[in-house]
């Protein structure tokens, strides 16, 4: 048996000329007749919006309970050693967990999962809360909550790695995608402010928004009402197999290859180039208030592109978007090696992070299409866990290298890797010319597993 996973759109989308017949990841086949802005798309997508929605509550939450954890802990006299331990600990575990999470999102009815997921971590920030409150701040017990949180949040964000394809048409992954982006940044920004305001007001606080935030994340999921059981290719193999298929359909596949590196290396290369921003101005004097300006210009920088990349993406050709995009990113981190200034700093990290959405959108507009849904969680979780892992390493290998070669040293040799990544994704880019004339791919076909029925 041999199947086909090939979107499908209703006859009346077409008709209202609500799908366009345009590559999701750039250029425009047939321009689309009456474009709904993106409000009005926004708000006639209930199920999105849901989604949507439940990922702002949660990261929202998250944000706000994460650097608040490490001064509730230093705050009860636990060394900062061990503060930080804890939260390399956890942040390793939701890495480990993450493909696994990815093999059990491929198998089981993926809202359940997500559901589920989003209580756990409600269960274990409430545990959190009531220790903060009642002044029983045991590291242990706060070891293993931050560690449950992680693993669970690692199983909510596989199975949200095949929601995008049951939510909206293909026309529109570049636009959701967007918005998804979009969100996440905003999220960044508010999220450690809103921490600090809540944890002025009373130290278990913070931890209260994060378990509330996981169970209206939950309710919001339970709310939607599409159907996100992944599709079945033949009988479940081993968990193992399972594991090992999703890594060999990203390594044998030339696009999914490309996009693996490209994003873990430049994942890695704005991890070093942040944190050489902090150490360098650190090291010229500024103040924390300074450094934190930094932070924020360039968060605002990536929610800037963030909003603007879909609609860039769907008037340029994804390989130009992906190539131009790539190389405008090297001489403003070339220009981090020799400002002195705080806005300085602020603003060049701030075309970078503006620069890099349209680049994500693209390459996860056509992965999201060519990907069968019922490996969708696997390659997902297969892609951030490169793309994380390598990140987890940029804040050691910044400080290091600040240290023994100076703040210049560093811009320059980031500027290097990234004009590395920029050669790497004018190559790459041939990989979204697509196969058809309108450069779209053909749809990807699985053979059934030895055994299964022919």
């Not at 802990?73 to 575990?93: C, E, I, K, N, Q």
């Not at 921490?195 to 709310?223: E, N």
């Not at 159907?227 to 399972?242: H, K």
């Not at 705080?342 to 060049?348: D, K, M, P, S, V």
Request: charged share 15%; with cysteine; net charge positive.
């Amino acid at each position: 048996m041999e199947i086909t996973f090939r979107p499908a759109h209703s006859i009346a989308e077409r008709r209202a000329g609500r799908y366009a017949e345009r590559s999701p990841w750039g250029g425009s086949a047939v321009r689309a007749q009456g474009e709904l802005s993106p409000l009005s798309w926004f708000i006639r997508r209930r199920d999105f919006r849901l989604f949507w929605t439940a990922g702002a509550i949660d990261g929202l939450g998250s944000h706000a309970s994460v650097l608040v954890l490490p001064l509730v802990l230093l705050g009860a006299g636990y060394p900062p050693g061990l503060v930080g331990m804890l939260a390399s600990t956890a942040m390793v575990s939701g890495l480990v967990a993450s493909p696994f999470a990815g093999v059990l999102a491929d198998r089981l009815p993926r809202k359940p999962l997500m559901i589920c997921s989003a209580l756990v971590s409600s269960a274990a920030m409430a545990t959190v809360c009531a220790a903060v409150a009642w002044g029983e701040t045991v590291f242990a017990h706060l070891l293993a909550a931050a560690v449950t949180e992680q693993v669970a949040s690692a199983c909510y964000t596989a199975a949200a790695h095949g929601t995008i394809r049951r939510l909206v048409p293909p026309a529109d992954y570049p636009r959701a995608i967007g918005s998804l982006q979009a969100r996440d940044q905003a999220t960044q920004i508010a999220g450690p402010a809103l921490g600090g305001v809540l944890y002025q007001t009373a130290r278990w606080v913070p931890f209260l928004a994060d378990a509330l935030s996981f169970l209206l994340s939950a309710v919001h999921v339970r709310a939607m009402r599409a159907d996100l059981t992944p599709e079945r290719d033949g009988p479940p193999a081993s968990f193992t197999a399972d594991l090992a298929r999703g890594v060999r359909f990203v390594w044998t596949d030339g696009f999914l290859r490309f996009v693996m590196l490209w994003t873990a290396g430049l994942n890695a290369v704005l991890g070093a180039l942040y944190y050489h921003a902090v150490f360098s101005a650190q090291a010229r004097g500024a103040s924390a208030s300074s450094i934190g300006l930094i932070l924020t210009v360039s968060g605002v920088g990536g929610l800037a592109g963030a909003l603007a990349a879909p609609w860039l993406v769907r008037r340029l050709p994804g390989a130009l978007v992906v190539t131009a995009a790539s190389w405008a990113m090297v001489p403003m981190a070339a220009g981090l090696a020799f400002t002195t200034t705080t806005w300085g700093y602020g603003l060049l990290l701030a075309t970078v992070t503006c620069a890099a959405p349209s680049v994500v959108i693209v390459l996860h507009a056509r992965a999201v299409l060519v990907v069968p849904d019922a490996l969708q969680a696997r390659v997902g979780t297969v892609l951030g866990t490169a793309g994380e892992g390598l990140a987890a390493l940029a804040p050691l290998a910044a400080g290091v290298l600040v240290s023994a070669y100076g703040g210049r040293t560093v811009g320059l040799g980031c500027a290097g890797a990234l004009s590395l990544l920029a050669l790497y994704a004018t190559r790459g880019a041939t990989h979204l010319r697509g196969d058809g004339p309108d450069g779209t791919p053909e749809a990807p076909r699985l053979s059934a597993p030895e055994g299964s029925a022919r």
